[in-house]
Nanobody, 115 residues
C-alpha cells in the first residue's frame, strides 16, 4: 500500500503562486505514472499534470505555461509549482500514482484563489 501525503495548499490572491508537494512512502522511481488532479465543488475531478515514466510531463491546456510538474527522487516527492493563479484554479488538489496497475491517491490539499 503506497501512502501519499500532499501539502502546500492555501489561500492565495489572483496572480499569486503556490507550490504543492506530495511525499510518497516508497521510491517514486518505481511508479509507472505520477500526477496531480483537482476537483472543484460540483465538478468532476480533472487531470492537471502527469508524468509517465520515461516521458516528459503532460499538462491540461488550462494550466500549461503556468504550472510545472517536477520530482525529487531522492526525497520520494513530487511537486506542482503553480504560478499566475486565478479563481478558476480553486479546487482540492490530489496527488496520484500508479504502480503495477493500481492507482493510489492522497487525501488532497485545498487551494483557494481569491482576493
Amino acid at each position: 500500500q503506497v501512502r501519499l501525503v500532499e501539502s502546500g495548499g492555501g489561500l492565495v490572491q489572483p496572480g499569486g503562486s503556490l507550490r504543492l508537494s506530495c511525499a510518497a512512502s516508497e521510491s517514486i522511481g518505481s511508479f509507472d505514472v505520477t500526477g496531480w488532479y483537482r476537483q472543484a465543488p460540483g465538478k468532476q475531478r480533472e487531470l492537471v499534470a502527469r508524468m509517465i515514466r520515461g516521458h516528459s510531463a503532460e499538462y491540461a491546456p488550462s494550466v500549461k505555461g503556468r504550472f510545472t510538474f517536477s520530482r525529487d527522487d531522492g526525497k520520494n516527492t513530487v511537486f506542482l509549482q503553480m504560478s499566475n493563479l486565478n479563481p478558476g484554479d480553486t479546487a482540492r488538489y490530489y496527488c496520484t500514482i500508479r504502480q503495477w496497475g493500481v492507482d493510489y491517491w492522497g487525501q488532497g490539499t485545498q487551494v483557494t484563489v481569491s482576493s
